[in-house]
């Protein structure tokens, strides 16, 4: 939802994959299963997959490619 919602506000949803690899580097995290949020390679995983409808949203909000 945060993707589509910052795609369509015009804000570049390309930045969001190195965010999340950054965020992954950062240190250690517990087990995805023991997390109440995703991990961080389930996040980048599911960000690329919806990344082309997020570029499609950002281009018609007036973003360039």
């Known amino acids: 939802i945060g993707?589509?919602?910052?795609?369509?506000?015009?804000?570049?949803?390309?930045?969001?994959?190195?965010?999340?690899?950054?965020?992954?580097?950062?240190?250690?995290a517990p087990p995805e299963w023991l997390s109440t949020h995703p991990s961080s390679e389930t996040r980048i995983r599911r960000l690329k997959r919806l990344?082309?409808?997020?570029l499609e949203l950002y281009q018609r909000a007036g973003g360039e490619l």
């Open 3 to 28: 993707l589509t919602l910052a795609a369509s506000a015009g804000y570049d949803p390309r930045v969001a994959v190195p965010l999340w690899q950054r965020m992954g580097a950062s240190g250690e």
């Open 51 to 54: 990344m082309p409808a997020a």
